[in-house]
């Protein structure tokens, strides 16, 4: 392949975990690669309660370590575990309690916060980033991808490079580009949400290392979150069918904290809270495409396909779609033969089908009845926990390897006790 022809080996489109987190890993091997990312860092960014499987692909990057020397400055909440809340039931998953190998604890961020450090730190490794400017066309016909560009004045440009990473999230851009995009088989839902100063009080004996995830009092499918930062500080929010949000206040403020005091145990823990952030809404986010990969091109995390925030799957995905991809790129470049079908996609499905078993069911109430069973087996515990955990990936645990059968034998016995 003639290197003259090309600007880089590689062009990562967005700058989020997924695209940070490849560009670092292609870094470490060597390659070139350049970032086009359409804002400035920090920016908001959606997805904020990590999970533990994160810190290990994080650690293969060789980025853990200054996560870790720069959570307590940044705000970013050390995370053990979730508590789940329906009505007077309480179940408390403690990761570090969890079946398999692999990281037990995490932190809960702000995502403009978390992004930055991940981006500089890809910039610090070597990687060029080219803030404010957008990718406006895709032509992956010849030798070469060519993408059309333009700068923050403008000005159109012309990228070409061995292959791109689509890491834009829910910007999409190569899904819109290339024609990629499918109707999700997911309901259409949407998140009410905002950042709180939360002022809960010291006798509320408050839980700040896990995520507080509550079933709405009356409507099975809707939930509401609450993820503790740092420093006094929160992120709120409610994911509800759009219809749901009919009959509340206009006013998003108001809408928010009238969902959220509808659940007595939140509007204790709320009730001195204060708004430190506009509340924000995302409408219809459930997304699919009809291929992960093609032509010198392959999707990463949210561009590819994204479920639902029920089990803050989001970034977990996206940086093992990273990590799968920062593999066979390297073995591709390095000559050999690859299968992006066999040695990305299909590895990386196996993940999402078996978070996808976990949230339908969360929907249909059928999951909630196992969260919230009196009688648990402490060894299908460990079990369950490995999974909100983040590690849907590891086979040897049955509840990945089979999820829909392990699952559906697990509802059918906890119901009947």
């Not at 060789?62 to 050390?78: R, S």
């Not at 977990?316 to 690859?338: C, H, N, P, W, Y």
Request: hydrophobic fraction near 40%.
């Amino acid at each position: 392949m003639n290197n003259a022809a090309v600007d880089c080996d590689v062009v990562v489109i967005g700058a989020g975990p997924s695209g940070s987190v490849v560009a670092t890993m292609l870094r470490n091997k060597g390659y070139s690669v350049h970032i086009v990312e359409r804002q400035h860092f920090p920016r908001f960014s959606i997805g904020e309660s990590l999970l533990p499987q994160c810190m290990a692909f994080l650690e293969e990057a060789g980025m853990v370590e200054e996560l870790h020397e720069k959570a307590a400055e940044l705000g970013f909440q050390y995370k053990n575990g979730a508590a789940f809340v329906r009505g007077e039931e309480t179940s408390d998953f403690d990761f570090r309690t969890k079946f398999g190998e692999g990281p037990a604890t995490t932190y809960q961020v702000q995502r403009g916060y978390f992004d930055e450090l991940l981006a500089r730190h890809a910039e610090k490794k070597g990687a060029t980033i080219a803030w404010g400017h957008a990718i406006t066309s895709a032509d992956m016909s010849g030798e070469f991808p060519v993408l059309g560009a333009v700068d923050e004045a403008g000005d159109a440009y012309q990228l070409r490079a061995k292959f791109v990473l689509d890491a834009s999230g829910f910007g999409r851009i190569l899904p819109r580009l290339l024609e990629l995009d499918r109707p999700s088989n997911f309901p259409s839902r949407t998140s009410l949400f905002a950042h709180l100063h939360d002022n809960i009080a010291d006798e509320d004996q408050f839980d700040r290392n896990k995520i507080r995830i509550t079933v709405h009092p009356e409507h099975v499918d809707v939930w509401l979150w609450l993820i503790p930062f740092g420093k006094g500080r929160c992120s709120a929010g409610v994911v509800a069918p759009s219809g749901f949000f009919e009959g509340y206040p206009e006013d998003k403020q108001e809408r928010l904290m009238q969902i959220l005091r509808e659940d007595p145990s939140l509007r204790r823990l709320l009730r001195n809270a204060e708004i430190a952030m506009p509340p924000r809404e995302i409408a219809g986010y459930a997304s699919n495409v009809s291929t992960l990969w093609g032509k010198g091109f392959a999707l990463l995390g949210n561009a590819g396909e994204f479920l639902d925030p029920v089990f803050s799957s989001g970034v977990t995905i996206a940086m093992k779609s990273a990590s799968l991809a920062a593999a066979v790129l390297d073995r591709q470049f390095r000559g050999e033969a690859v299968d992006w079908e066999a040695d990305f996609a299909a590895p990386l499905r196996q993940g999402v089908d078996c978070f996808r078993v976990f949230v339908e069911a969360w929907y249909d109430g059928s999951f909630q009845d196992v969260i919230f069973a009196q009688k648990q087996s402490p060894e299908v515990r460990a079990m369950i926990c490995a999974i909100l955990a983040g590690y849907a990936w590891d086979t040897s645990n049955p509840f990945v390897k089979d999820s829909k059968r392990h699952l559906k034998t697990l509802v059918e016995l906890c119901r009947s006790a």
